[in-house]
């Protein structure tokens, strides 16, 4: 019969491979997906035209320009999108020049908006005017978003390739749960919770604690385990843990922060497993000065 040491660690090596497993099998959906970037000034250089990014703002007295060089053909891709809620400004006018010269303009004051779910992030836009030319000439390209009294929210699509990196999921999943609440006025973002990408960040984040705590059990017990039995902690201690891994857990979503996911599943690891590391290292260290 296992010893209740071996059966945690049997446990947690599951968990430590669920992690990755999701990691890995989370990552094409990220092809379906717009990268999100958060427009800060009136003026955006886009390092490559061809790659789907959408760029999230709101005119404050000034148009938005989106700049961009191609050296040769490309296919050119340019779109505008407003959230779906009350208020919402649709008259935008997207107007694309090449080396000064007009190429396209378009009108979302003339264009009937169709409604559109977001399945990845869980939001609701309405979509407007688009445009779509294979094979652009090269030139220096400039997008320029504007209303008649220069106010309102957009999102501004540039390129439909889907390319993602691993540091563009990770600012993905930063990005997003702001956009809940500076883009879509909602109060907080828990909401994100029951989007694809919400759960994702979530588990992963959730099982990224849970993960650090068995790596740490572990080197604590390879370290210590001959001078002691480091860690353990009883039922008061587990519960203790049980309900504070429960408010991080809480805390995360009212601000959805993923730095507290990862304690708190650090912390309900440590429940779980009925061991503390500071208690394990504080023992072991003791053990080890005698």
């Not at 099982?207 to 001078?227: E, I, K, M, Q, S």
């Amino acid at each position: 019969m296992l010893s209740q040491l071996e059966a945690r660690n049997r446990l947690s090596m599951r968990l430590f491979i669920a992690f990755f497993a999701l990691l890995l099998l989370a990552a094409p959906l990220f092809a379906w997906a717009h990268q999100p970037r958060v427009v800060v000034s009136d003026r955006v250089e886009v390092n490559d035209p061809e790659t789907s990014a959408a760029y999230y703002g709101d005119l404050s007295g000034k148009p938005s320009g989106f700049v961009f060089a191609a050296s040769e053909e490309f296919d050119l891709y340019v779109g505008i999108l407003v959230p779906d809620i009350a208020g919402a400004r649709t008259d935008f006018t997207v107007e694309v020049t090449r080396d000064g010269e007009a190429v396209a303009s378009l009108d979302g004051g003339g264009h009937q908006w169709v409604a559109q779910h977001e399945i990845y992030a869980g939001d609701r836009y309405l979509r407007g005017p688009e445009l779509e030319r294979d094979g652009a000439a090269p030139g220096r390209y400039e997008v320029v978003v504007s209303n008649s009294d220069l106010s309102g929210k957009y999102a501004l699509v540039i390129g439909e390739k889907e390319v993602w990196a691993m540091n563009d999921v990770l600012s993905a999943l930063s990005v997003i749960p702001d956009l809940k609440v500076d883009f879509f006025g909602n109060r907080t973002a828990a909401g994100f919770l029951f989007s694809v990408f919400g759960a994702l960040s979530f588990s992963l984040s959730l099982l990224a604690g849970v993960t650090l705590g068995f790596l740490a059990n572990r080197v604590t017990n390879r370290v210590f385990n001959d001078v002691c039995e480091p860690g353990g902690i009883g039922l008061r201690g587990r519960l203790a843990r049980l309900a504070g891994g429960l408010v991080l857990l809480g805390l995360g979503l009212v601000w959805w922060c993923m730095a507290a996911f990862a304690a708190a599943g650090f912390v309900l690891y440590e429940a779980a497993a009925g061991w503390c590391w500071l208690k394990a290292v504080g023992r072991g260290g003791e053990d080890l000065g005698r």
